[in-house]
């Protein structure tokens, strides 16, 4: 089947099969920042964009991101850019596994809530598994950050 | 791992009916339990052009179409001031933002699925379907029938006055619920909605007079002994029957206390 997608910004054309998944598609355009997890629709990692909105890939037919815009990690680079290197400084990164999903769902945090709660974080990254269980390393990288970014 | 032939978008109900007769094609919903079937599918048949994927609000009802996302449900200010933020409550633990932009609320609801928040919450409130082919039953009489191929268009919440409350006990935060409860008071009855038993939802209400004289620490926990009492549960690898039923205790109590305590203006504790 035929898909028109955006594609980081850039209108793309393809021929999926029905049963493609939306990360298999993505790293096939050479998005490797999309990474399979879990498999079973809970780790995170496979975060993306769609329309705005963080979706697991792993759990999305290509068929129905047609007509729609989808960004990756690759797609945006300048806006992760200083968070990204916040959070490595932080030692907040551990083994950087989880990161790609964990960095794409804290993007679409910030866009939704520029000045989130402790609780408020907690709750929108709880769908981003960290295998070391970073959790609190996370979350005093991004509160560190958010202050940064006030001071 | 699912195999798919044929992606279809309908272009209208009928067709979406018509399609979804054959036993080897199926409605997507969020797609996020199905894509962990092992089932080969002919033909999946999308519903995301139908225009059921927003929440209207009149002054009488709420009206869900099947397509809305559970992170829609979490975020929409009417649901939540209707239900008193019981419906946030009962999706915000359910995986993560990103799973909940995915999952539907037609797809919770019309699978029945033992571990759902989702049908449990609806369960306790005034609720009726509107089926394709079906009409409009209600949420309850839904819950009992047997799997069909008829079409979940929406839900249909009646802005009936009453009082909500919502917990769940779950191993770790964001996994299935060891037991969902629900617990509400409209048209003057307490309804009880007992989820993750682990079978599929089922609705009591006080018949016994028990909380006639309103709701007292001695009247919450003699309902709650009831309704655990009622409420049938089994063991699986989440926890025992015994610890289900338990909890379906310390749960109907503790909502009965909030539910008290909202009766009376406190909404953290009973009088």
């Not at chain 1, 907040?92 to 866009?111: H, S, T």
């Not at chain 2, 919440?157 to 409350?165: A, D, E, Q």
Request: overall charge negative; aromatic content about 8%; proline content about 3%.
């Amino acid at each position: 089947m035929e898909i028109q997608i955006k594609l980081n910004d850039r209108p793309l054309k393809s021929d999926v099969s029905p049963d493609c998944l939306l990360i298999d598609f993505l790293r096939a355009q050479g998005c490797y920042s999309v990474k399979r997890g879990c498999e079973t629709s809970n780790c995170g990692l496979c975060t993306v964009l769609l329309d705005g909105k963080p979706v697991l890939s792993c759990s999305v037919l290509a068929v129905r991101a047609n007509g729609h815009q989808i960004h990756t990690l690759e797609g945006l680079q300048e806006e992760a850019s200083d968070f990204v290197t916040f959070i490595a400084d932080q030692g907040a990164d551990q083994c950087g596994f989880c990161n790609p999903g964990f960095v794409m769902n804290a993007i679409a945090l910030f866009r939704e809530n520029p000045d989130p709660t402790d609780d408020e974080i907690r709750a929108y990254l709880a769908g981003n598994l960290c295998r070391c269980s970073g959790y609190e390393g996370q979350l005093r990288g991004i509160r560190n950050y958010l202050n940064s970014k006030k001071a | 791992m699912i195999t798919i032939k044929n992606y279809i978008r309908a272009s209208s109900l009928q067709e979406a009916y018509d399609l979804n007769q054959s036993k080897q094609n199926r409605v997507l919903g969020g797609m996020l339990w199905m894509k962990m079937s092992n089932a080969n599918v002919n033909t999946v048949i999308d519903l995301s052009d139908l225009g059921l994927n927003t929440i209207t609000e009149t002054e009488h009802d709420f009206s869900i179409g099947a397509m809305v996302s559970l992170r829609q449900l979490e975020l929409d200010e009417g649901l939540n001031r209707y239900s008193e933020n019981a419906i946030q409550t009962s999706v915000r633990d359910i995986v993560g933002v990103q799973f909940r932009n995915l999952a539907t609320v037609g797809g919770s609801i019309f699978g029945r699925f033992g571990f759902s928040d989702v049908l449990t919450m609806f369960l306790a409130l005034d609720c009726d379907v509107e089926l394709f082919q079906g009409g409009r039953i209600s949420l309850e009489q839904f819950c009992a029938m047997p799997k069909d191929s008829d079409i979940l268009v929406r839900l249909i919440l009646k802005k009936t006055p009453g009082h909500f409350v919502y917990s769940s006990m779950r191993n770790s935060k964001t996994d299935f619920p060891v037991i969902a409860c629900g617990v509400s008071f409209f048209d003057n009855t307490y309804h009880f909605s007992i989820g993750a038993r682990p079978g599929k939802a089922i609705l009591l209400r006080d018949t016994t007079g028990l909380l006639s004289d309103g709701i007292t620490e001695q009247s919450a926990d003699a309902a709650a002994k009831w309704v655990a009492a009622q409420t049938p549960t089994e063991s699986n690898l989440r926890g025992s029957a015994a610890y289900r039923t338990h909890l379906i205790e310390v749960l109907v109590k503790r909502n009965l206390m909030e539910i008290g305590g909202k009766m009376h203006g406190n909404p953290n504790q009973a009088e």
